[in-house]
T-cell receptor
Framework: DTEVTQTPKHLVMGMTNKKSLKCEQH?????MYWYKQKAKKPPELMFV???????INESVPSRFSPECPNSSLLNLHLHALQPEDSALYLC????????????????FGSGTQLSVL | GQNIDQPTEMTATEGAIVQINCTYQ??????LFWYQQHAGEAPTFLSY??LDGLEEKGRFSSFLSRSKGYSYLLLKELQMKDSASYLC??????????WGAGTKLIIKP
């Protein structure tokens, strides 16, 4: 199994809603990532988990709350989002976050297309 | 600051060859990646270069010159399905990926 599975694929939510994005991988990868990508822009790193611990938080607003329940799962909890948060949210995983030879590529999920009304 | 530059858009003809360039200035270097991304989909890995030279993988090849801070992705025998954005990304000294804005490649019959 070389897949990163994200659910849901599409999500429409109001600014007062609470929703969660889910990500799952069974490749034994120990690093998992959340990226945000606006149309025609490169992915922007939001959070990195290494060995189930948050290792990087790229100054993301608190209305985004990541959670890593175990080594295979990564969630992104959403609350009180703004219309400008509408974007493609990508989960990714890699074998390690660091290493002497960082040859491990990122495996991306198919993403959740989020629209905030 | 850290910077990755690549052309915004390129157009090529089906069956032809196209070269997409990428120049970078980063805090350290731990490898350069090329990803392909179709509209509305996730990026997919194409290649990784950490040493100078050419890496060939089927119709796609990637070249790296660390002294020049330069890479290119070469696509041969272009097919319509190659129409996509191509993202150059450099892993810096902190093992973080710095992404270019991507090059939109348009293939014409």
């Amino acid at each position: 199994d070389t897949e990163v599975t994200q659910t849901p694929k599409h999500l429409v939510m109001g600014m007062t809603n609470k929703k969660s994005l889910k990500c799952e991988q069974h490749m034994g990868h120990r690093a998992m990532y959340w990226y945000k990508q606006k149309a025609k822009k490169p992915p922007e790193l939001m959070f990195v988990y290494s060995y189930e611990k948050l290792s990087i938080n790229e100054s993301v607003p608190s209305r985004f709350s990541p959670e890593c329940p175990n080594s295979s799962l990564l969630n992104l909890h959403l609350h009180a989002l703004q219309p400008e948060d509408s974007a493609l949210y990508l989960c990714a995983s890699s074998q390690e976050i660091q290493g002497p030879i960082p040859t491990e590529k990122l495996f991306f999920g198919s993403g959740t297309q989020l629209s905030v009304l | 600051g850290q910077n990755i530059d690549q052309p915004t858009e390129m157009t090529a003809t089906e069956g032809a060859i196209v070269q997409i360039n990428c120049t970078y200035q980063t805090s350290g270097f731990n490898g350069l990646f090329w990803y392909q991304q179709h509209a509305g989909e996730a990026p997919t890995f194409l290649s990784y270069n950490v040493l100078d030279g050419l890496e060939e993988k089927g119709r796609f090849s990637s070249f790296l010159s660390r002294s020049k801070g330069y890479s290119y992705l070469l696509l041969k025998e272009l097919q319509m399905k190659d129409s996509a954005s191509y993202l150059c990304a450099v892993m810096d000294s902190n093992y973080q990926l710095i992404w270019g804005a991507g090059t939109k490649l348009i293939i014409k019959p």
